[in-house]
Nanobody
Framework: QVQLVESGGGLVQAGGSLRLSCAAS????????MGWFRQAPGKEREFVVA????????PYADSVRGRFTISRDNAKNTVYLQMNSLKPEDTAVYYC???????????????????WGQGTQVTVSS
C-alpha cells in the first residue's frame, strides 16, 4: 500500500520560509517522479514543481520559480519543498504526488500522478 505523508506546513509571515517534507512508503521511491501541487480556497489544484526520476528535470510554476526549491533524498524516500520569500498568495493546502512514469513532458499534469498525500496547510500572513 502506497502512502505519501506530508509535513512541515504551518503559519508564517510574509517573507518567511518553510520546508515541506513528503515521506513515501510502499513504492520504489527512486523510480517515481515526485511533484508538489497546491490548492487555495475556492481555486483549482495547481502545479507547483516536480522532479523526474530519470531525467533530472525539475519544472517550476512561474509563480514560485526562484523562491521554491524541490529536492529528494532517495535513501530516505523523501521529497522536500523549500519555500523562501513566502507571499500571502502562497497560502494553500500543499500536496505531494508520485508517479512511476518516466520522462518529463507530463510532469505538470496532475491527472498523470498515481498517488497523492493528504496535504499540509501553509498559511502566509501579510
Amino acid at each position: 500500500q502506497v502512502q505519501l505523508v506530508e509535513s512541515g506546513g504551518g503559519l508564517v509571515q510574509a517573507g518567511g520560509s518553510l520546508r515541506l517534507s513528503c515521506a513515501a512508503s510502499g513504492l520504489t521511491f527512486s523510480s517515481h517522479a515526485m511533484g508538489w501541487f497546491r490548492q487555495a480556497p475556492g481555486k483549482e489544484r495547481e502545479f507547483v514543481v516536480a522532479m523526474s526520476w530519470n531525467t533530472g528535470t525539475t519544472p517550476y510554476a512561474d509563480s514560485v520559480r526562484g523562491r521554491f526549491t524541490i529536492s529528494r533524498d532517495n535513501a530516505k524516500n523523501t521529497v522536500y519543498l523549500q519555500m523562501n520569500s513566502l507571499k500571502p498568495e502562497d497560502t494553500a493546502v500543499y500536496y505531494c504526488a508520485a508517479s512511476p512514469r518516466s520522462g518529463s513532458s507530463w510532469l505538470r499534469s496532475a491527472v498523470l500522478y498515481a498517488y497523492w498525500g493528504q496535504g499540509t496547510q501553509v498559511t502566509v500572513s501579510s
